[in-house]
């Protein structure tokens, strides 16, 4: 196991009705005023931004808003809320929605105290210092309700980045599962697709005996696949949601991904579809993930046959391990096709004909390193490849 | 589930000659005069309390000592900490140890700032201020390194009590395998066997649809099964003990035990061992575990087939799943005399004419509530038949 560092101090306060109490942890962690960030109808239509303003007016905290947050989040939104933060003195946001409105929040929360552009952090800078923010989660989904983590697309060349930083993590995360009883199917599969994703990203790692997060990984992919199905089947299903809702966060915390390198090749491969084509993240994912495990398969096919055997319950082929982390990952393929996940280009509203295109961006994009990948490094020609495997 | 707060501020160091940065972290979190507090001499023949403290040199970073503490850790030492912190002005307690000791630097820094006696947090108080500590841990145990919970005997009537709070989470925690390399292999295998009890009591719920938190305690009671005979075969094994480690940690912090009820029977069943013994509470555990499961076997008999399904790899007898219970509690008791743990009464030192008084005690004690256990509740008579089965 590699030395590492872990500092996770979000507050989670996880349940029914939980978000009424949003002003009283506003407070409590020092907010006087405060940016209300969100997306869409749906949160204004359910009377949930009713209910948060109501917990805010109680503890006599003023805030503005601003709405419009869209999937993938754009960097021209995040320039309006910096400008926003700045004029009304704003010392607390609070993201209400999922993983886009709080990515897009923390990139607001970086650039209010800097002085240069905020894209600067998303191009290889690590965050120290950023207005306080707190969350409203909607969807399980992106995990980044306990990271510190945040990916933006900056609309000039639709680049799609990430960054980090220990000053993005919110400072209190409010989770109630009810809250996503209401999300069409396809997005609630979206998200458990990107959960999955959180998890693979982590397991295929280079280090070696890393049993403890090995095990944590598995026990939340089975999580997954116990709770996936019967939230598609039955969207009322509290206790369903809320296992959901509990492994989505603990995939992304990165307590099951310290000590041990990481991939993340899916979500990089993944980001230029999002950004070209506005698919969903979670769909671009399932598209993703086979293509990738099985182009990197012989690098250790150990590994794939361990979350084979350990997760989606294949027989170990002993003579023959390959065979066996083949059928882990077809056993991968039909669960995210049987939530109702796309399986190839044409299911996504990809095109072939942007494969070079894509692997390009992928490679070289705006930070030019000419590779991806932490499990296996890859080249623009490899890229073009795995992307070949989606037609 | 269960509705839940969840916040676990710790910031963790975790690694090779980690130990070396315990100055930094003091001083990052606001220390500038020292209570280190150890127990015996394996601290200080190991160098490792030299190293520590010329890193607190290094950071100009004033300290007094207060060595001594004991397994099952006293009161006494306790005063005579919170009286020198008082005249010393101490502001930062630094633990170097195990449980006992953390625990016990736990009780001086919730006792400092208080008023009356510190004893009065462990009969049933909650710890809402006290000095900020810090641990430097030497063995994989108790978890109090990432706990907000203590657990100290009261010397006048041999009372073994725990408290909590949030003000008790270590503010960093120090965490070098490496460290825990030179303990006794008996040692050993009595902190793996504390970790896997911390698991058992809190796998044993009556809250339904748990799975999350089902997963990640049958991953780490996994990792537990894979990793301790390799420690115990090979006491250099840093992979495993890292391993341990993590695991130990993440076993007691809770991100497992969230949303749901807990049992903590076990525990309280053997911390009149302990006290009236003076034994080693993992060996007290390895007794008072497979007695109070068989015990309570009928109140969920799918729930003790599961883990033994799950984690000890028992076939499921369909048709009598009372069968598979019963065969994996065999499977944990195998397990733990394996390691070299005790399995009854005689090998721990303890005596059949003291069960009536140890039944009176756990019922009774200083906290007159007549019963214990939350996942069964037992009476005086219950207990007096559990203890009865350790025979």
């Known amino acids: 196991m590699d030395n590492f560092t872990f500092y996770a101090p979000t507050y989670f306060v996880f349940g029914?009705?939980?978000?009424?109490?949003?002003?009283?942890?506003?407070?409590?962690?020092?907010?006087?005023?405060?940016?209300?960030?969100?997306?869409?109808?749906?949160?204004?239509?359910?009377?949930?931004?009713?209910?948060?303003?109501?917990?805010?007016?109680?503890?006599?905290?003023?805030?503005?808003?601003?709405?419009?947050?869209?999937?993938?989040?754009?960097?021209?939104?995040?320039?309006?809320?910096?400008?926003?933060?700045?004029?009304?003195?704003?010392?607390?946001?609070?993201?209400?929605?999922?993983?886009?409105?709080?990515?897009?929040?923390?990139?607001?929360?970086?650039?209010?105290?800097?002085?240069?552009?905020?894209?600067?952090?998303?191009?290889?800078?690590?965050?120290?210092?950023?207005?306080?923010?707190?969350?409203?989660?909607?969807?399980?989904?992106?995990?980044?309700?306990?990271?510190?983590?945040?990916?933006?697309?900056?609309?000039?060349?639709?680049?799609?980045?990430?960054?980090?930083?220990?000053?993005?993590?919110?400072?209190?995360?409010?989770?109630?599962?009810?809250?996503?009883?209401?999300?069409?199917?396809?997005?609630?599969?979206?998200?458990?697709?990107?959960?999955?994703?959180?998890?693979?990203?982590?397991?295929?790692?280079?280090?070696?005996?890393?049993?403890?997060?090995?095990?944590?990984?598995?026990?939340?992919?089975?999580?997954?696949?116990?709770?996936?199905?019967?939230?598609?089947?039955?969207?009322?299903?509290?206790?369903?949601?809320?296992n959901i809702m509990w492994a989505g966060m603990m995939a992304h915390n990165n307590s099951c991904g310290v000590g041990r390198t990481q991939d993340w090749t899916s979500h990089n491969i993944e980001h230029e579809l999002s950004a070209l084509y506005d698919c969903a993240h979670g769909a671009g994912l399932a598209v993703v993930m086979p293509a990738v495990f099985t182009y990197n398969l012989s690098h250790d096919v150990m590994r794939l046959a361990q979350v084979a055997v350990r997760v989606w319950g294949c027989q170990m082929d002993f003579y023959n391990p390959e065979r066996t982390a083949r059928e882990g990952i077809e056993a991968l393929r039909s669960f995210l096709t049987s939530i109702g996940m796309p399986k190839n280009f044409e299911e996504l509203g990809a095109k072939e004909e942007d494969i070079e295109k894509l692997a390009y961006t992928c490679c070289y994009g705006d930070v030019e390193t000419g590779e991806t990948g932490g499990y296996v490094r890859l080249n623009q020609k490899d890229v073009e490849n795995i992307y070949r495997l989606m037609v």
Not at 16 to 44: A, M, P, Q, W
Not at 68 to 78: A, E, H, T, Y
Not at 117 to 136: C, H, K, M, R, S
């Open 16 to 242: 029914k009705d939980t978000e009424n109490e949003t002003g009283k942890y506003v407070k409590r962690f020092g907010g006087t005023k405060v940016l209300i960030h969100y997306g869409g109808g749906s949160v204004v239509r359910s009377g949930l931004l009713d209910r948060v303003k109501k917990s805010l007016d109680e503890e006599n905290i003023g805030y503005v808003e601003l709405g419009g947050v869209k999937p993938n989040p754009r960097s021209g939104l995040v320039y309006k809320g910096i400008e926003l933060c700045r004029k009304e003195k704003v010392d607390f946001i609070l993201a209400v929605g999922g993983g886009s409105t709080i990515d897009s929040a923390k990139a607001i929360a970086a650039g209010v105290p800097y002085d240069g552009d905020f894209w600067d952090y998303y191009q290889g800078g690590i965050v120290n210092e950023a207005v306080p923010l707190g969350t409203v989660v909607t969807i399980s989904a992106a995990g980044s309700e306990g990271s510190p983590d945040s990916v933006i697309t900056k609309e000039e060349g639709m680049y799609k980045r990430a960054t980090t930083g220990e000053a993005l993590r919110p400072k209190f995360t409010i989770m109630n599962p009810a809250l996503t009883q209401t999300l069409p199917a396809f997005q609630t599969a979206c998200g458990i697709t990107d959960i999955i994703a959180h998890l693979y990203e982590r397991y295929l790692t280079n280090t070696k005996e890393v049993e403890c997060t090995d095990r944590m990984i598995e026990a939340l992919l089975l999580t997954m696949i116990h709770e996936g199905p019967r939230v598609i089947e039955n969207p009322n299903h509290y206790d369903a949601r809320a």
